[in-house]
């Protein structure tokens, strides 16, 4: 058939140039230049990977993020290095009106190949991976042949107008394509960013949730703002969103933007740090181990997780036990028979509660600080007495000092025959001998 046979005489014809080109002298001096670069390029990274401790493997198991960020950064200098000698290579020959077209296809696939090692080595998520392994390297390497504006001119000719609105293919793809990379780089920077601030030394705990929340804010904002270019939305229409946001914030959003203030006035003023033992209005207690935008997380001895507004902490009466100092004061309350020698006493239950590991005593203690035993009241059974000292911590889970010590009083009084009182009541038969 003609068209079989015209097809057959075009392959034959380009299949000989191709062996010619193959034969030819320049092919093979471009071959050589190409290993030369490879050659040049590994030994110009693993040097600097000597060099540099910076891009080293971490060795340790609880290596900081940013190490492994370096140790990344290192493997990318081959394919990196490799790009830039092509590049600077085939800049040299078109210079030189030299048909350097071997040295083109290789630096086409040394992109390709620095690409697919960045994807491999920081996109965590096998999904967004695949997703700019199959559709964005096909994209960057119809950009490098110089055939994407043809692709993107085909693309926009299929377009469907729906009232002012024109919606083309490319269009679309753009912005799924883009908002998808936006969507990724928002959350790997996110993390990495809150990993370095809340890894800084010098900053306290307030402050690094400060930074930390502020950093996660202003990423959102710039990702939202640069999806909202890429949609083609004029950004000065933002102005009538902000004023019907507002609107918005002042009627149904008015909670969530008082708590997520809230929050922000409690990390600069550092009444609330994380770790501290709070205790609410309500009763509830708990430690605070996280701040959120809306909200903090106690944690409770229990091992109950409590969800408390940040507006709470502000408007609301607020006991922090452990901000200032972690040492706390406790009372214990007993009572003892009114026959007990209370001088006497009042002694030995002191040097019993003192010999408790966890409750301060000793003579390096402030005599305020130290276990005391005083009377309370005068109670109908008995004399009420009380002890008071001071321990490290709460009087609660792992600390549960108060049930030792009431143990320990307990088995003291028995052992000085000490008794506890108990209620009793006297009943007297009066006239008994008329009733008789």
């Not at 075009?10 to 050589?32: G, I, P």
């Amino acid at each position: 058939m003609p068209v079989i046979d015209n097809w057959l005489a075009y392959a034959k014809q380009h299949a000989a140039r191709v062996q010619d080109a193959v034969l030819s002298t320049e092919f093979l001096y471009q071959l050589l230049l190409i290993l030369g670069i490879y050659l040049v390029a590994y030994l110009v990274a693993s040097q600097v990977r000597k060099t540099i401790p910076f891009m080293r493997r971490p060795q340790n198991q609880r290596f900081h993020s940013l190490q492994m960020l370096g140790y990344r950064l290192g493997t990318m200098l081959f394919p990196l290095i490799t790009v830039f000698l092509l590049l600077l290579t085939t800049r040299l020959g078109n210079l030189f009106q030299v048909d350097a077209w071997l040295l083109d296809v290789a630096l086409v696939l040394a992109v390709l190949i620095f690409l697919n090692n960045c994807i491999k080595s920081f996109v965590a998520n096998s999904i967004i991976a695949a997703f700019m392994r199959y559709i964005g390297l096909p994209i960057v390497f119809l950009h490098l042949i110089g055939v994407l504006p043809t692709v993107i001119t085909a693309l926009e000719s299929i377009s469907v107008t729906v009232g002012n609105i024109e919606l083309s293919a490319y269009g679309i793809l753009r912005v799924l394509i883009f908002g998808a990379l936006l969507f990724w780089l928002g959350r790997a920077s996110n993390s990495v960013g809150k990993d370095i601030i809340r890894n800084q030394k010098s900053l306290d705990i307030a402050t690094k949730e400060v930074f930390a929340k502020l950093f996660e804010v202003a990423v959102f904002c710039v990702i939202f703002l640069l999806l909202l270019n890429i949609m083609g939305i004029n950004l000065t229409a933002l102005a009538v969103f902000g004023g019907a946001l507002g609107v918005g914030l002042g009627l149904g959003l008015q909670s969530i933007a008082s708590n997520f203030i809230s929050g922000i006035i409690i990390l600069l003023d550092r009444s609330l740090t994380v770790g501290d033992y709070v205790e609410l209005e309500d009763g509830s207690k708990g430690f605070v181990r996280e701040f959120k935008m809306r909200y903090a997380i106690l944690e409770t001895y229990d091992g109950k997780d409590i969800l408390v507004p940040n507006e709470k902490f502000i408007s609301a009466l607020l006991i922090n036990w452990t901000h200032k100092d972690p040492k706390q004061r406790y009372r214990i309350d007993f009572s003892v028979a009114y026959h007990t020698d209370i001088r006497a006493m009042v002694e030995i239950i002191k040097e019993a509660v003192a010999e408790h590991p966890q409750v301060l005593s000793g003579e390096d203690v402030p005599l305020e600080e130290r276990p005391d035993c005083e009377i309370d009241s005068f109670g109908d059974s008995g004399v009420n007495m009380f002890v008071e000292f001071w321990m490290e911590g709460i009087d609660d889970g792992k600390n549960r000092v108060g049930g030792d010590l009431l143990l320990l009083i307990f088995e003291t009084l028995r052992e000085h025959d000490i008794s506890i009182p108990f209620p009793q009541r006297e009943v007297r038969i009066l006239n008994q001998e008329d009733n008789a």
